[in-house]
Nanobody, 128 residues
């Protein structure tokens, strides 16, 4: 069975850092670009960033560019979201997503419509 499981959420003060992890099983990790999305109550889910299957290409939303970094470890079937200089507006449920982009394509997309698998989310709360 496919599993996409996020962890690492929590509550930190503005200016702090958090690192989210997402471990997958049930499909071939290297055939998928991975992405992070987030959502707050009353708002639409928005893209945070994505990373290609090799890790050689990534793309970020303007709101997190320069503060957030996505990485992946294909040997561990895990993708990470390092979040630095956190702001109260970063408070949200963060979701990990898998998007089928088979090799040799080394690309990722922030389009939610292309996502094949979603995690259940991990909550991040940033206090001012």
């Amino acid at each position: 069975a496919v599993q996409v499981v996020e962890s690492g959420g929590g509550s930190v003060q503005a200016g702090g850092s958090l690192k989210l992890s997402c471990i997958i099983s049930g499909f071939t990790f290297e055939d998928y670009a991975m992405a992070w999305f987030r959502q707050t109550p009353g708002k639409e889910r928005e893209a945070v960033g994505c990373i290609s299957w090799s890790g050689g290409w990534s793309h970020y939303a303007d709101s997190v560019e320069g503060r957030f970094t996505i990485s992946r470890d294909n040997a561990k079937n895990t993708v990470y979201l390092q979040m630095n200089n956190l702001e109260p507006d970063d408070t949200a449920m963060y979701y990990c997503a898998a998007d089928f982009y088979p090799r040799p394509a080394d690309y990722c997309s922030l389009d939610q419509g292309g996502v094949d698998y979603w995690g259940e989310g991990t909550l991040v709360i940033i206090s001012s």
